[in-house]
């Protein structure tokens, strides 16, 4: 953790205190409670995205309110004839009739695209996904295979710290019985001296 030292006191293939549904429930509690005393992240009250795009925004607020998206105007596709007499009239027309034609002949290039190269762009595509599926899958697999790995040597390293610890929990047992029983021998040797010392 950015160069700092940490040393965790968890044993979990050592420790089997947690499996006990009274420490379990125990431990449970003291999060709840610990949880309960922990201040909620501050949030700001309304985040506010896409404010360099006015569309995006304003698309973003029309889904974000539950409104249906609006109905598609194709008034702009028809071509109809001029309204008037009027050369203004007649110029709207031809203006709006030629890019008519130019949008139909943009479709039909694309048509014309799609149909000689769009199947090859496709199966690449798909060759391209796949590999990068595969990519994935294989790094995935090698992830959790180191995992397993780190757990094997975790639980072995545990086991082992675990024979040590018991080992090392028997002799202090051990050394406190025999301070203990030391103390009472000092003590009954003590009162043997104070009755001889009486005595005299």
């Known amino acids: 953790m950015d160069g700092q030292h940490v040393t965790l006191d968890s044993l979990p293939y050592i420790d089997k205190e947690y499996d006990d549904p009274a420490t379990r429930e125990h431990v449970l509690g003291l999060i709840q409670e610990e949880m309960a005393q922990m201040s909620p992240p ?24 539950g409104h249906s998206l609006p109905p598609f105007d194709t008034e702009r596709y028809n071509i ?14 031809s203006n709006n009739a030629a890019s ?62 675990g024979v040590k610890l018991r080992e090392l929990e028997e002799r202090w047992s051990d050394g406190v019985r025999r301070c203990v029983e030391i103390q009472v021998a000092c003590g009954r040797l003590q009162q043997e001296i104070n009755v001889l010392e009486t005595s005299k």
């Open 42 to 65: 501050l949030m700001p009250k309304s985040a506010q995205i896409f404010k360099s795009n006015d569309t995006l925004r304003k698309e973003y607020e029309r889904v974000r309110s």
């Open 80 to 93: 109809s004839a001029p309204t008037s007499d009027t050369a203004s009239a007649w110029q709207h027309a």
């Open 100 to 161: 008519q034609l130019e949008h139909q002949t943009t479709r039909i290039d694309n048509l014309e695209l799609l149909q000689n190269f769009g199947a090859q762009a496709w199966k690449l595509n798909n060759h391209q996904k796949e590999q990068l599926l595969s990519s994935i899958e294989n790094r995935t697999q090698k992830l959790r295979e180191e995992g397993v790995h780190v757990n094997k040597a975790r639980k072995y390293e545990q086991t082992e710290a």
